[in-house]
């Protein structure tokens, strides 16, 4: 009998996605089956609530603030750690130009961008990343259960040009392999069966971009 091919399982994965697609509640599930390490996304952000206000340079406040927190956190990983034990991120770093994109005017975006090279590639990169999709729709009904009240305001012209801006970036991501996971009519906290199945795709290589497609919304199209 042949003996299987090996492949090396990544060591350091991320989960991305837009707002309240998930990323959080799966880097948990992810970790707590799997036995990982976690890194959280910075979410406590002084200026978050002037920028949902629309006050002036609020928008370019918050963004350098979390690309200095999150460049914080990655440079405190201790690398040896991270080899022997896996480690499952709620975020990708790179992933912070697109709300810088999105969010900055020209001018801004000039600056911003010099921080952004000075501090990226002193940040290591994942071996997978785990890009969650949702439609517009469903990324509005989550936003309503979580309960944070200042989500509350993000127009659906925002959210759908938010997941346009998501779907850009990946579409030309190489940086490392990419697991793409379409979350619509996935549950992972509520069916065992959605998370059992990302699992057993997770056990076997990435390679380049892939797609994951569980097999109840094959059957239901």
């Known amino acids: 009998m042949p003996e299987q091919p090996h492949h090396d399982r990544p060591r350091f994965i991320a989960i991305e996605g837009p707002m309240r697609v ?9 970790a707590e089956r799997l036995g990982a390490r976690t890194l959280s996304d910075v979410e406590d952000n002084p200026f978050l609530s002037r920028f949902y206000r ?15 927190e999150r460049f914080k956190q990655w440079r405190a990983l201790d ?10 991120s709620d975020y990708l770093f790179e992933k912070d130009r697109i709300y810088a994109y999105l969010n900055l005017n020209d001018t801004e975006l000039s600056l911003y961008k010099q921080y952004y090279e000075l ?30 009240p200042m989500e509350h305001e993000v127009s659906d012209e925002y959210l759908e040009e938010l997941v346009r801006a998501y779907d850009h970036f990946f ?3 190489r940086s490392s392999d990419l697991l793409v996971v379409e979350t619509s009519e996935m549950d992972f906290v509520h069916r065992n069966a959605d998370l059992d199945e990302l699992l057993k795709r997770l056990s076997q290589p990435v390679r380049g971009t892939q797609y ?3 097999l109840r919304s094959a059957n239901a199209d």
């Open 54 to 68: 629309e006050q002036p340079g609020a928008g370019f406040a918050a963004q350098l603030y979390f690309l200095i």
């Open 22 to 30: 998930g990323k959080s509640t799966l880097a948990r599930l992810l």
């Open 79 to 88: 690398a040896g750690n991270v080899s022997r034990r896996l480690l499952i």
């Open 212 to 214: 994951f497609l569980p």
């Open 171 to 173: 579409h030309h991501y």
């Open 119 to 148: 501090l990226a590639d002193q940040v290591p990169i994942p071996d997978l990343v785990v890009y969650l999709q949702a439609k517009p729709e469903t990324l509005r009904v989550r936003i309503g259960m979580k309960g944070a």
